[in-house]
């Protein structure tokens, strides 16, 4: 499984746009990139999943260059209750176990 | 939206008793799953179970874990002789398909409190 790392933490005023880094060297071919989200309290909720380029939905942006390294959750316009912690997650999406790293966690100061 | 369900949502316990998480998975889903957080850290893999049998399991699962499906909606982990360590957060998840990372829903948790 690829490995990843993300910032310990990040903060961030309502209404800015917030990026989260996460890098991934030794992703493989058949892996793919997703976002958990998880507030205090309960269990992670999918946010994102993406392959390459860019993806958006409802809630968020997933941007992932060309060599698929790195990629960057982007969370439009934050408020108060986008305050939780965010977890990278790569893989093949085969019938393996999710693995979470220690994620970032976002705190949305008013 | 169809959920994860999960009971109780905090259970207290003595060392050494059993305790039974009952989850209750998406309808349609055939893959389940089981995690646990201690608190301040990563949530960790336990098992996974599909068509009645575990696929899956982590070290963390010894003999003191088991699960069952016992009807047709519920799923459960049953921890025989709780220690202090097993103080957890406990997550029930379920997914239609193999565990593609888009698909698996999780359930709100059990607070496990063992003293």
């Known amino acids: 499984l690829a490995k990843t790392t993300q910032p310990i933490s990040m903060d961030s005023y309502e209404g800015q746009e917030v990026n989260i880094t996460c890098s991934h060297n030794n992703i493989a071919t058949n892996d793919y990139i997703t976002w958990y989200q998880q507030f205090p309290s309960q269990g992670p909720r999918f946010i994102i999943q993406g392959y390459k380029t860019k993806v958006t939905n409802e809630v968020a942006s997933l941007f992932i260059p060309a060599d698929r390294k790195s990629s960057t959750l982007s969370l439009p316009r934050v408020s108060l209750s986008d305050t939780a912690v965010y977890y990278c997650?790569?893989?093949?999406?085969?019938?393996?176990?999710?693995?979470f790293g220690k994620g970032t966690r976002l705190s949305v100061i008013a | 939206e169809p959920e994860v369900t999960q009971t109780p949502s905090h259970q207290v316990t003595q060392m050494g008793q059993e305790v039974i998480l009952r989850c209750v998975p998406i309808s349609n889903h055939l893959y389940f799953y089981w995690y646990r957080q201690i608190l301040g850290q990563k949530v960790e893999f336990l098992v996974s179970?599909?068509?009645?049998?575990?696929?899956?399991k982590s070290e963390i699962f010894d003999d003191q874990f088991s699960v069952e499906r016992p009807d047709g909606s519920n799923f459960t982990l049953k921890i025989r002789s709780t220690k202090l360590e097993d103080s957890a957060m406990y997550f029930c998840?379920?997914?239609?398909?193999?565990?593609?990372?888009?698909?698996?829903?999780f359930g709100p948790g059990t607070r496990l409190t063992v003293l």
């Open positions: 998840a379920s997914s239609e398909v193999p565990s593609g990372a888009d698909t698996q829903y």
């Open positions: 997650l790569v893989g093949d999406g085969g019938n393996t176990p999710l693995v």
């Open positions: 179970f599909y068509n009645n049998e575990i696929s899956e």
